[in-house]
């Protein structure tokens, strides 16, 4: 009884200080939700993410904890539900974001080593890019490892992309399975 108690006091006070010195560093809107709330794995998210993004510079342009292990082009041109900071605290996935939004439907969950590429590089001058085109991902979709998904692609709700899968086009409707290169409908979800 006595353990429990002092277990509680300890998260408590952790939880607190916590808070109170990741919000100098990070926007406190984003020190909130299910992981900052129900758990604590935000916070040990946002304290290891402090030293690479905060003292060796990784990723130090984005206003909330990320692993130092992908890349965001523009931070402003992410729209998410705060309850989704799971998604970006893999390895290996790719926001490029520049030239174009990309939107994530809440309870959504995007795999390591994924790529989300809003703007392609122009085929005639490789070193200009194409305008961007928004990247739309539905509520509760599930993007396997090592997809991409490319400029323009609208995924409604529901959406399963298979690991591997090149996204060339939209699937609005949702409730399905895609997978392969170009990614298909392989199994509608009732």
């Not at 402090?50 to 692993?67: A, C, D, E, G, T």
């Not at 890019?129 to 993007?143: A, M, P, R, T, V």
Request: glycine residues 8%; aromatic residues 12%; hydrophobic residues 45%.
């Amino acid at each position: 009884m006595i353990k429990v108690k002092v277990k509680r006091v300890l998260k408590f006070l952790y939880v607190k200080i916590s808070r109170f010195i990741l919000s100098l560093f990070y926007n406190c809107k984003y020190l909130q939700g299910r992981y900052f709330e129900e758990s604590i794995a935000g916070f040990k998210w946002a304290w290891k993410s402090l030293i690479w993004q905060k003292v060796f510079r990784i990723n130090s342009h984005i206003p909330w904890p990320v692993s130092p292990f992908i890349s965001i082009s523009c931070p402003e041109n992410i729209i998410f539900e705060i309850d989704d900071l799971h998604n970006f605290q893999n390895k290996g996935t790719y926001f490029q974001n520049f030239n174009g939004k990309i939107i994530i439907g809440k309870g959504s969950f995007i795999a390591p080593n994924v790529g989300l590429i809003t703007a392609n590089h122009n085929f005639l001058e490789l070193d200009k890019h194409d305008l961007g085109e928004d990247i739309i991902i539905g509520e509760k979709c599930w993007i396997g490892m090592n997809s991409v998904l490319l400029p323009g692609v609208n995924l409604g709700n529901n959406t399963i992309v298979g690991a591997g899968s090149v996204v060339t086009k939209s699937f609005p409707d949702g409730n399905c399975v895609i997978a392969g290169n170009p990614a298909k409908i392989i199994k509608m979800i009732k």
